[in-house]
């Protein structure tokens, strides 16, 4: 009988581990995202914001840069009309107005998430959204992938 209630035991732990296993997840990578949209500042002058890291091409000089918490982006994107890409946009947006930030262009960056089961691995990371002013600037596009 304890041989029985031995392996009871041991196949218990092993599906645990197991569904350990099979939940770790990690959400859309957010280098895949091409997508370039332009948006108008307070100034009047027009920026493009995107998905996509600035390239030696474009000759950027960065502005500056602020920092989000990616799981608090996430949780107002789902009250948000556009999601939580289009909270980040704005968010960034308006964060160049406050400040005053003569950028053409607005690079986002959310970091990719990873989570074993219900637990987060990288807690501490953080979504950025850094301003540069480039001589030349990507192309718009629409696609998000």
Known sequence: MSKLIKCFF?????????GCVASFSESANTAKIKRVAEVK??????????????????????????????????MEGQFHFSGTYGLFQSKAV????????????????????HS??????????????????CKHTPALNDRMI
Request: net charge neutral.
């Open 94 to 113: 308006d964060y160049a107005n406050e400040k005053k930030i003569d950028a053409n262009y607005i690079w986002l960056f959310i970091p990719t998430q």
């Open 116 to 133: 074993l089961g219900d637990i987060d691995l990288n807690l501490h990371s953080k979504a950025t959204a850094t301003y540069y002013r």
């Open 41 to 74: 500042l307070a100034s009047g002058k027009t920026a493009k914001v995107g998905w996509k890291q600035p390239q030696a091409s474009w000759q950027c000089e960065q502005m500056g840069e602020q920092s989000y918490s990616p799981r608090e982006l996430s």
């Open 10 to 18: 041991i196949l218990v732990a092993i599906s645990f581990l197991a």
